[in-house]
């Protein structure tokens, strides 16, 4: 993990050099770091409000592996006293990209801090979403599943809209009943709301980034520039794809047996 984050840096710090990194520049950034011995390392792909931070951070503590969502980490450093923090927010909240040196940066201090603490192995989740944050993750280690979470349009918007947050312990929650009915061939999808437990029930907020003209900024956004990250990896034979059925107790053991996890039910049960 050390080389990880050391090759990293050396890529975010050539971003002010550099635009892009030339497949030449990319060799010498390797070696990669060796796949047998070490913890898993996944991403999460797609779309707002799909539930990457849901099944990622379950995933996380059946695999124990951190889950780092770079989502998170944004608006972290949005709500400190940091320089970048008013910039930040009016990019998120227009529902763009922070620029991929930003994320690098974080991510990359994210990593590190980790590992200080003894932490190996990792669920991403919304990074890489851009193609070039995909190459650049892809010179310095070696990814081993892509896990591409789907949900039709309407639902991901319902979604979105129905999320709160608690203000205090910040577990995500979600108000809206999704009741679609499926169409051209598509079955029917139900979700009860997650509702909060009463200690977080007054204390719940919402993303300002989760209005409805945001979210469809956000989704087109997706469409644009993330998708072809989907693409990327599934040229690499890495991309598992999985529609979700339902709400989180008819998908997640669905998921776990799409991603051979369904061995050890003591694990899937603490998960859940
Ligand atoms: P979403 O629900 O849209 O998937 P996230 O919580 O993952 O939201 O991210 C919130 C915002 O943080 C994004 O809209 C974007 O502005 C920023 N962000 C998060 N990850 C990245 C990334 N990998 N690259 C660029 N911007 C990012």
């Keep these: 993990m050390a080389a990880m984050i050391r090759l990293f840096r050396s890529s975010s710090a050539a971003f002010s050099t550099r635009r892009s990194l030339s497949s030449a520049a990319a060799t010498e950034f390797k070696p990669r770091v060796d796949p047998k011995g070490r913890n898993v390392q996944w991403v999460f792909l797609g779309c707002p409000g799909v539930g990457k931070g849901t099944y ?9 592996v951190p889950h780092i969502a770079t989502g ?57 979403r851009t193609v070039r944050q995909a190459e650049i993750l892809n010179d310095v280690t070696d990814i081993d599943l892509v896990v591409n979470l789907k949900l039709p349009e309407q639902v991901l918007i319902d979604k979105c809209l129905g999320r709160r947050i608690c203000s205090e312990c910040g577990k995500n929650f979600n108000v809206a009943t999704i009741d679609v009915k499926g169409e051209n061939g598509n079955p029917d999808i139900y979700m009860d709301p997650l509702l909060p437990p009463s200690h977080c029930a007054s204390k719940l907020v919402t993303r300002p980034d989760d209005t409805e003209t945001v979210v469809k900024q956000r989704l087109a956004v997706y469409t644009e520039k993330s998708q072809p990250v989907e693409d990327f990896y599934r040229c690499q034979g890495k991309l598992v794809e999985f529609v979700i059925p339902g709400g ?25």
């Design 56 to 64: 990622a951070s379950r995933l996380s503590v059946l695999l124990g």
């Design 72 to 128: 998170d980490l944004v608006r972290e450093e949005l709500n400190s006293s940091g320089p970048m923090s008013k910039q930040l927010e009016e990019i998120v909240n227009q529902g763009k990209l922070v620029s991929d040196e930003i994320i690098i940066n974080l991510l990359s201090k994210r990593l590190e801090s980790g590992e200080s603490k003894g932490e190996s192995g990792f669920i991403l989740d919304g990074f890489p």
């Design 248 to 272: 989180i107790p008819e998908s997640l053991p669905k998921l776990l047996e799409a991603l051979n996890l369904n061995e050890n039910e003591e694990k899937q049960s603490a998960a859940v």
